[in-house]
């Protein structure tokens, strides 16, 4: 009994510390290029020839920003300072629009998430000098991005002084990001680029069309934001955008565009001398979008590729089962008498074309729509 | 440990030729120490990584018992509006310069001796006070020093400073590499305090590796070239950036060692006694002459 309990505790450990060490079992299978962490063509468990710390997206280390803990309390290596407490979650949710969980955590295979002291070594006077020690790792972290929007230095925003240390500071800042979520970024309508182009100089991008009828999240196109675009002790709000010239190419400038629209397209598709008015339904094509029609994403009815195919205007083209016995006449705001319920709809909608105005002369020879209707209006 | 006592051998044995064959010694000492050791050990300075938090100068101040100050103080950016240079007061200085490439963070950059591989002010020094230690310092002796200032003259960065203040024993003053702390084993102040690591303390050779390889790995962020690896003749502290180095006021100076010309004719003249038994020879000629000519006179008045 005694022998089996052994290794039953044995084999429990190894597995747990096998669980710590290695990138998980099934690693090779995963979606990720060998090269992004191995150096060498056959990697073994003896001489796994490891790159270091390969700042590139490795999907498993991702979780949702909610699920991570709120506060880190950082105290491995305080000396001077007291121990830095970091609201974890606020930064994840934040980094959903800058680069991701692999911006902190840029080496992380498909194991458990590692903590910055399994490479990163506490003494700063060491063997090998190739990467930073904790101290310079935890600061590069911060400070890339806290420098940029404060303009300072200085150890007080994080740091606090042991001297100064009051007993109860975890407590209360723990009270502090408790619960707290990053507030809600509001978008803009549209959005004015000033650009170079022979085809056009101005480009109006309507900025919550894209959200909401094309359905894009906000990573799908802001993944790899400066923290400084919202926050900067030197922003105000309400000043004009400041005109940026940038040398970037014409594929870096036409990426986030070129990932729905075609590069086939034409230029004057985006670019013109003017602002543009938001896109129209009745104006472009000549179909007023009713109650319900103006609900649905474009992808509904003009299929999901770019670009669009333009659908007809025959209900029956889309809404396949309707005849007269499935369709509620009365959403159109004329509710029928019982003579005109039993008539099949191309009794009155000739062809089945809804545009054209029905006409009453197939039994009716004087009647004429609308003067005369084959039953009662109703609100729509 | 067999090139140490490989080079006391050659000292004896040039030592006891010196005395057998009558020369003085002064041949071999005036070449400078000059070793350069496979361990001599450098800095890396990655400039893309220091945030210019001037915590080094604090910590380099109070290693060299200079008056530092509060920590706390240096905190003031406001400073970095001016550039700087590296005094008898703050032998390393903090300058900010406009972003590189990639960023919008401003350069900062820390500016202190570079303990060149082939020093000019060793070179310089006609007293031998200056000298390349083993572990890749530049270091002077100040009781050594005479104060003539020709260290500051010579070397490319305008580094040593002198304490033009004081009337009675001013002294040459520059970063000496913290060879005291090094020598005890601990790191240099500045290395040891900066928060980011962004001075990497290694062997120089290793550290060559290092800065190539974080070149190669983030193209976007470095412009290739690690400045130190070839200037002058290479130097110990080596500097990664994100934007040309000229643009970062560092001397546009060529890869061939500084003393290379001033040496050859320094030490060409200096060699075998030339100018004392040229100056004799002159004087003695003169003599010579003026009395062959008294001689002459008096021969003629007979």
Known sequence: MKKILVIVLTLILTVGIEAQQSPGKNHSKLNISCKTCHICDVPTKDEPCLILCPREKISTVYQKPEQTPELIVINQISDRYGPVYFSHKIHAQMSVMSGGCENCHHFNTSGPILQCNSCHETARKREDVSLPDLKGAYHRQCMDCHREWSHETGCNSCHTLKKNLKEAKHEDVKKKFAGKEHPVISEPTFITYQTNSDKGKIVTFYHDDHTNKFGLSCASCHKQESCTKCHDVNKKTDAKPKLVSTKKTFEEQHKNCISCHSKNESCTQCHSDKVVEPFDHVKRTGWALGKYHSKLSCTNCHGSKLPYKKADNKCLSCHHGWNNETFKHSVTGLQLDETHLELSCEDCHAENNYSEEPSCTNCHEDYVYPKLKPGKLVRK | ?302
């Open chain 2, 1 to 302: 440990m067999s090139g140490k006592s490989r080079r006391d051998f050659l000292k004896k044995s040039a030592i006891i030729g010196a005395g057998v064959t009558g020369l003085s010694t002064s041949t071999t000492k005036a070449a400078p120490k000059n070793i350069l050791s496979e361990d001599r050990m450098g800095v890396l300075v990655d400039t893309t990584v220091c945030v210019g938090c001037r915590n080094c100068e604090w910590a380099c101040k109070d290693a060299h018992n200079l008056p530092a100050g509060d920590l706390e103080a240096y905190e003031d950016r406001k400073i970095l509006e001016a550039k700087r240079r590296p005094d008898h007061t703050t032998l390393t200085v903090i300058n900010e310069y406009s972003h590189g490439k990639n960023s919008n963070l401003p350069v900062d950059l820390k500016i202190q001796c570079m303990h060149c591989d082939h020093p000019a002010c060793v070179s310089a020094c006609i007293v031998g006070a200056f000298s390349k230690q083993e572990n890749g310092s530049v270091i002077w002796d100040t009781d050594m020093c005479i104060g003539c200032r020709y260290c500051m003259a010579a070397c490319p960065f305008q580094i040593p400073a002198f304490e033009y203040d004081k009337a009675l024993n001013p002294l040459i003053m520059k970063c000496d590499f913290c060879f005291d702390r090094t020598k005890e084993g601990k790191l240099p102040a500045c290395v040891s305090i900066c928060p980011v690591e962004a001075l990497t303390y290694g062997q120089r050779t290793n550290l060559v590796k290092i800065g190539r390889d974080r070149i190669k790995r983030n193209s976007d962020r470095y412009i290739d070239h690690i400045f130190g690896e070839y200037e002058v003749g290479g130097t110990s502290w080596m500097y990664l950036a994100s934007k040309d180095f000229k643009e970062l006021d560092f001397p546009d100076i060529g890869r061939n060692p500084a003393p290379g010309v001033s040496e050859s004719i320094q030490h060409g003249i200096f060699a075998y006694f030339v100018p004392p038994v040229s100056l004799y020879a002159l004087l003695g000629g003169i003599m010579w002459i003026s009395k062959r000519r008294k001689e002459l006179e008096e021969e003629g008045k007979i």
